[in-house]
Nanobody, 121 residues
Framework: QVQLVESGGGLVQPGGSLRLSCAAS????????MGWYRQAPGKQRELVAG???????NYADSVKGRFTISRDNAKNTVYLQMNSLKPEDTAVYYC???????????????WGQGTQVTVSS
């Protein structure tokens, strides 16, 4: 059983910062990739940032230069540092991981429960 636990969301004013964390635990053999998605009310879930084991990253155009994704492989944890936050960043942020478990023998995508980020004056 694999579980992703997210933390770090909250309410901030425009221009503020937050750091999200997501820790994977359970029967993990390896993690191929981890990423952050977000979903605003009435909108589709979208990829915000992703990172693979080799540390290659990709970002949505809307967050480039403001957000930074990183990972600690030893801790099976991914982070999202969010700076210069804007009201349009308001959404539920979800952690996602592509994980090879000891029991399954193949990679499976897992989702965290989501953490609310609200940017408002």
């Amino acid at each position: 059983q694999v579980q992703l636990v997210e933390s770090g969301g909250g309410l901030v004013q425009p221009g503020g910062s937050l750091r999200l964390s997501c820790a994977a635990s359970g029967s993990i053999f390896s993690i191929n990739a981890m990423g952050w998605y977000r979903q605003a009310p009435g909108k589709q879930r979208e990829l915000v940032a992703g990172i693979i084991r080799g540390s290659r990253t990709n970002y949505a155009d809307s967050v480039k230069g403001r957000f930074t994704i990183s990972r600690d492989n030893a801790k099976n944890t991914v982070y999202l540092q969010m700076n210069s936050l804007k009201p349009e960043d308001t959404a539920v942020y979800y952690c996602n991981a592509d994980i090879l478990s000891f029991t399954a023998g193949y990679s499976v995508n897992y989702w965290g429960q989501g953490t609310q980020v609200t940017v408002s004056s």
